[in-house]
């Protein structure tokens, strides 16, 4: 569903994302591609990447259409950042409870098809690529609009081969922009929408809030009241 074939040779434009958590601001977008973020729609991002954590050689992707987007294809993995990803200590990000902080994150290539062959080092390029942005979030460690991402160019094949999972099409309700700060949500990134990813869940806290439970993570990871932001800065 949703499949072409092109000349794997020829570079192509992708733009990256990325969606994470700091040590207690909730889950959020805090890289978007640009021409998302000027139509508004940078919390799809949040609607439709997500789930447990992707293994070795693996990704998801899932093919999106919209009125003030156009069409484009969200491809992604759920990963835990390595030992010095926080360019600081050299220990891995974490949550207020001690926990790893996982990122999801990838590209979107515009389009109403996937292309198969894309490769580890396309994705690899784009997580390089936010990595400025999530510094600043972590080290802010509140809510802050997502930046803005240019595209890149890249071969398609660049890198390893990949195990691609397809997630179901989704179309994007016509309900226009959403202003800045609008979109408070109470679920965790995939967990909307028809065909949602399957690790996605919520629970109550003994407080009464809302909680976060990304039941395919092993370590556990939880969040409260995330907010979506899916207007961009500048």
């Known amino acids: 569903m949703g499949r072409t074939s092109a000349d794997p040779d020829r570079p192509v434009l992708f733009w990256p994302f990325l969606i994470s958590r700091g040590r207690t601001a909730t889950y959020r977008v805090v890289v978007a591609p640009d021409f998302l ?3 508004g729609l940078a919390g799809v991002l949040w609607d439709l990447a997500g789930g447990s954590l992707t293994e070795r050689g693996q990704a998801r ?37 001690g926990r790893r902080i996982p990122v999801i994150t990838g590209v979107v290539e515009r389009g109403a098809a996937f292309t198969a ?21 972590w080290d802010a460690d509140r809510a802050m609009p997502p930046r803005p991402s240019p595209a890149f160019s890249a071969p398609r094949r660049a890198g390893a081969a990949l195990t691609w999972q397809e997630l179901p099409p989704y ?24 065909g949602k990813p399957p690790a996605a869940a919520q629970a109550q806290d003994t407080g009464g809030s809302r909680r ?3 039941a395919g993570l092993a370590v556990g990871i939880a969040a409260a009241g995330a907010v979506v ?6």
């Open 212 to 214: 976060i439970a990304m």
């Open 171 to 194: 179309e994007v309700p016509d309900e226009g922009p959403t202003p800045p700060g609008a979109g408070r949500r109470d679920d965790g990134p995939g967990a909307a929408g028809p």
């Open 61 to 97: 992707y899932r093919v999106v259409s919209s009125r003030a987007g156009g069409s484009f294809v969200i491809m992604f993995r759920v990963l835990l950042p390595e030992p010095g990803s926080d360019r600081g200590s050299g220990t891995p990000p974490r949550d207020e409870h």
């Open 37 to 39: 973020c000027e139509a």
């Open 117 to 137: 062959g894309t490769g580890v080092a396309v994705l690899d390029e784009a997580h390089d690529r936010c990595l400025p942005a999530l510094r600043t979030f």
């Open 229 to 234: 932001l899916r207007g961009c800065g500048r």
